[in-house]
């Protein structure tokens, strides 16, 4: 079965941290640039970050430029997403995907919840 399975999310404090997987199963992520995006509640979804599939560069939105880091382990078939100085603002669902570009992506998880709050 062809998949992609979040996990890492929860409640956080602000100023916490949380580190967020992206699992897939049934493919290889090798051959894909795989993507972080969030929706919360009432807002449209926002592109968090992106790591290509080629040579690892990646995409911050501004919003988390400094904050967010992506990575990606080949061997495990397996994105990160480690997410520091968390903000109430960073509550969202976080989803990945097979691709940078939502309007493409060939595969979706079914998104994690991330709650900042004190």
């Known amino acids: 079965q062809v998949q992609l399975v979040e996990s890492g999310g929860g409640l956080v404090q602000p100023g916490g941290s949380l580190r967020l997987s992206c699992a897939a199963s049934?493919?290889?992520?090798?051959?894909?640039?795989i993507g972080w995006f969030r929706q919360a509640p009432g807002k449209e979804r926002e592109g968090v970050s992106c790591i290509s599939e080629s040579d690892g560069s990646t995409y911050y939105a501004d919003s988390v430029k400094g904050r967010f880091t992506i990575s990606r382990d080949n061997a495990k078939n397996t994105v990160y997403l480690q997410m520091n100085s968390l903000k109430p603002e960073d509550t969202a669902v976080y989803s990945c995907?097979?691709?940078?570009?939502?309007?493409?992506?060939?595969?979706w998880g079914q998104g994690t919840q991330v709650t900042v709050s004190s």
């Open positions: 049934g493919f290889t992520l090798d051959y894909y640039a």
């Open positions: 995907a097979a691709d940078c570009d939502p309007a493409v992506a060939e595969y």
